[in-house]
């Protein structure tokens, strides 16, 4: 059976991963599979709360860096070595997220931007810490793990939509026909495609 023309377009594309996302929406609606629907409007809208994030879009790479007074000396946008860093807020950066939604992480890419977040709330305890007084810190999220998350969305939007395409045929005119499907096999389609979502080598429910 040849390809849906849908998926080709995303495989080289020929769109983007927000479009591709739209029409699964469309496509899938009939299964009422939500754990489906929530992670493609999450991925359109950004995720509200980390409590259902996919595991690729968490503990992702970072760089601190900070302007402010160490020994005397002005420095600026320099990195924050670690060992300047509370135990306490080392926890909290281990898990960084990213919660954008997936065309915000494709312009940032496409644009090369810088992202992040603003951490000068750390300031006081490293200044109790280690005596270096920080006006400004920044973390910056590393654009190779913002790539990775775009890597990951469309690697799982394509292999939702071959599993779709192996079930119900060509998909290119956006809807798939379930009253010839039984509960049972619907259950099992539903049950595949959130496994291709949400199991990244760890068992992790939504």
């Not at 029409?23 to 489906?36: D, G, P, Q, T």
């Amino acid at each position: 059976m040849a390809k849906s023309k849908l998926i080709k377009d995303i495989a080289t594309n020929k769109i983007t991963l927000e479009e591709g996302l739209q029409r699964l929406l469309i496509i899938s609606y009939s299964l009422e599979n939500e754990k489906l629907q929530y992670w493609i409007e999450s991925e359109l809208n950004g995720y509200p709360n980390i409590s259902k994030l996919p595991v690729y879009r968490k503990r992702i790479g970072y760089e601190i860096s900070y302007s402010g007074i160490n020994g005397g000396f002005q420095v600026k946008n320099v990195p924050l070595p670690l060992e300047y860093i509370p135990k306490e807020f080392k926890e909290v950066l281990k898990e960084t997220c990213v919660l954008d939604g997936i065309k915000t992480l494709e312009e940032i890419i496409r644009t090369d931007s810088k992202v992040g977040r603003n951490l000068t709330d750390m300031a006081s305890a490293i200044y109790q810490k280690v005596g270096v007084q920080c006006i400004n810190i920044t973390q910056q999220y590393s654009l190779s793990s913002l790539q990775m998350i775009v890597s990951n969305v469309k690697n799982k939007l394509i292999l939702v939509l071959l599993d779709l395409e192996k079930d119900f045929g060509n998909l290119d005119n956006l809807d798939i026909n379930v009253e010839d499907v039984n509960e049972a096999e619907i259950n099992e389609i539903n049950n595949n495609i959130t496994k291709r979502i949400y199991f990244d080598g760890t068992s992790e429910e939504l």
